[in-house]
């Protein structure tokens, strides 16, 4: 399959449907499931959260031009927001030149936090001694874990000084594997609470699942080509000029914390877009994104991506981020929608998720970096923004394109305007 499928966007939407079926191997079943646009019925729903009225739903649209470690593939992304998606393939698109991305996915290590208040003095250093004890009652809780090679691996204890005074606290470092591991997590932390308990003399708060994954992180790394990137601009400004700008965007954004946030946010355009399409706990990324971006800096908010230059002159952009999302249990395996998403990406196991999803992330921000730092993004975000605003102002069929583009040529795309000019045309 070669995901750089041209045009792409120009096709109606039973060609995308036959593409993806094809790229995916659905079945008849899932692609009239993903014609209806209606995901859940009410039973569904009901059994997924509490007090169910209804369902929200979001466009879901394919990121094409993806080489992730050699591989095509087409990327669900389910997302609001006008142009993401086509940043992701532009920046896709750029980097399949010189061979797509690389990434790695660490081992899917996430910590449980348990707090005693109260223990006696030594604490850390008795528990510590029941380790072994410690983690054979919390791995007797999932046995499905251990038996796939995961479990509870590591049990640290610490005194932390607090403004309610001195606590101990155990961090249960436990190998998840495909799980996002909230569940498991927490079930081994309230499993192992009376044992500590016992054995600090103080008494258990906490119990719970920290989103800050430090262990269970992500790297991917693509090059930018200054010939993709002339080329992207149809030759109109030199690839050592683009290269150049975007490593000024770059530089702001590492010495700037008003400019890490926004570029970062950037990046989690597209990572929760393939989260909340395969039905990720996107909060939970979000959570961990951002504070690793700190707590790696020594609580310095950093980018989460890194770019420079290859002795070529092109340029190499990296990221780094914690990912903790699974493909069992979960949204993942109840939503129809998102089922198929995980089949259309191919992926078997979370670690080759959260590989693709990094790579996404590297791809919007370079992207949108890219357009930033050369043209500005108003151009690309207002063809989709005038759509919106001429539907608002009541046009339908094709009165939406011809508002839309009287209203981006006036440069002036506003509510009221869009009505005068239906006004004028009816
Ligand atoms: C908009 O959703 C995302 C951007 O603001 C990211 C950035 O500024 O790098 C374009």
Redesign the pocket.
Known sequence: MDSSVSGFYKKSLEERIAIIKEAGQLTEEETAQLKKFAALDFEQANRMIENVIGVQQLPIGIATNFVVNGKDILIPMAIE?P??VA?ACNGARIARALGGFKSKASAPIMIGQIQIVNAEKGAEKKILKAKKELLEKANSMDKTLKKFGGGAKELKAEELKTQKGKMVIVQLLVDVRDAMGANAINTMCEAIAPKLEEISKGKVFLRIISNLAIHRTVKAKAVFSKKALEESFKGKIRGEEIVEAMLN?YAF?EADVF?AC??N??IM?GIDAVGIATGQDFRAIEAGAHCYASWKNKGEYKPLTKYYKNEKGDLIGEIELPLAIGLVGGATRTHPIAKTCVKILGVKTANELAEIMACVGLA??AA??R??AVEG?QKGHMKLHARNIAVIAGAQGKDIEDVAEKMINENNVKVDRAKEILGEKN
């Open positions: 927001e142009s993401v940043a965007a954004a400019r926004t570029h946010k950037g355009n919007n921000n949108a970096i357009a930033l993004i």
